[in-house]
């Protein structure tokens, strides 16, 4: 419970840091782009049939998102508004079985406003996609347990402008894992998204 505990705070300290230098830059919004390349670090609470109970995994991920440039349209409508992308996440072998995962997918994201507030830019996002999850197999040597499930996974999130096109993204996010089970897997994700 401690190393969960840990694990949120730290992924929360990562998010919650580039709003303090944010703060201190004057207003600005990030400038429509026809595309826009996210890296980012990640930390979700596991819960699928290989993950044999709830686990944290940190790991990163990419996404790479298609949108209008044309700042007009982007304004007339949500529709228009919305951009379209791929995203792909790993997390690392991690925990006394040695769990680690691997997500890749297709992704929605809708901007709430039709300007951004002054240092915020949130919005909401869907992503339809697959996780792969093993782990260590108990009582065997070398062996593993694993799954592939299909995950739905809407989230929340906002962009921080920092500078021209580059602005930091944070996503809180639950991945809705159809397995034998379906469950709720947590998530937290921040980076750096650059458009172009």
């Not at 901007?111 to 996609?129: E, I, N, Q, V």
Request: proline residues 4%; charged residues 15%.
């Amino acid at each position: 419970m401690h190393a969960r505990l840990l694990s949120f705070c730290a992924a929360a300290a990562l998010v919650a840091a580039p709003l303090s230098a944010a703060h201190a830059q004057s207003e600005a919004s990030v400038a429509p782009s026809r595309f826009a390349l996210g890296l980012y670090l990640a930390q979700y609470w596991l819960d699928t049939d290989a993950s044999n109970g709830s686990s944290g995994a940190g790991g990163v991920g990419a996404r790479l998102m298609f949108g209008h440039s044309d700042a007009t349209k982007v304004a007339s409508s949500l529709f228009n508004r919305a951009r379209a992308g791929v995203y792909g996440v790993y997390t690392g072998e991690q925990g006394d079985d040695d769990v680690s995962s691997w997500q890749l997918g297709g992704q929605l994201d809708f901007p709430l406003l039709a300007t951004p507030m002054s240092r915020l830019d949130p919005f909401a996002s869907l992503r339809l996609g697959v996780i792969s999850t093993s782990r260590n197999n108990p009582g065997t040597s070398g062996t593993r347990v694993s799954s592939n499930d299909f995950a739905f996974t809407p989230a929340i999130g906002t962009l921080i402008p920092i500078t021209g096109a580059i602005a930091f993204r944070g996503d809180l996010l639950d991945a809705i894992v159809f397995g034998d089970k379906t469950t709720n897997n947590l998530g937290i994700e921040g980076g750096l998204s650059i458009g172009f």
